[in-house]
């Protein structure tokens, strides 16, 4: 089993920057992709963004291209999403997921809320 818990959600204005963490602990040795969803109210969850194993290779969103950042420390087995230039279509529960590689099995942390007010 492996556990995710997320951290460095808030409140922030337009045009701020926050950062996300979410540490993976538990069974972690496997070769792993992190990223990260979101879900809005009354939407669907949506891919963020993601980084593959080793570190060498992340992709994004649209939405968020050119504005997020994703990046991991595989000593920590802990993974980041720096926000930078928010928009208040940013506000959502954004969700921590790892997917181990061998198996395909995903993991989600339990979720942190971003609110942006413009």
């Known amino acids: 089993q492996v556990q995710l818990v997320e951290s460095g959600g808030g409140l922030a204005q337009a045009g701020d920057s926050l950062r996300l963490s979410c540490a993976a602990s538990?069974?972690?040795?496997?070769?792993?992709?992190m990223g990260w969803n979101r879900q809005a109210p009354g939407k669907g969850r949506e891919f963020v963004a993601r980084?593959?194993?080793?570190?060498?290779?992340?992709y994004y969103a649209d939405s968020v291209k050119g504005r997020f950042t994703i990046s991991r420390d595989n000593a920590k087995n802990t993974v980041y999403l720096q926000m930078n230039s928010l928009k208040p279509e940013d506000t959502a529960f954004y969700y921590c997921?790892?997917?181990?590689?061998?198996?395909?099995?995903?993991?989600w942390g339990q979720g942190t809320q971003v609110t942006v007010s413009s």
């Open positions: 997921y790892l997917r181990v590689l061998t198996t395909s099995e995903d993991y």
């Open positions: 538990g069974r972690t040795s496997s070769i792993h992709d």
């Open positions: 980084i593959r194993s080793s570190g060498g290779s992340t």
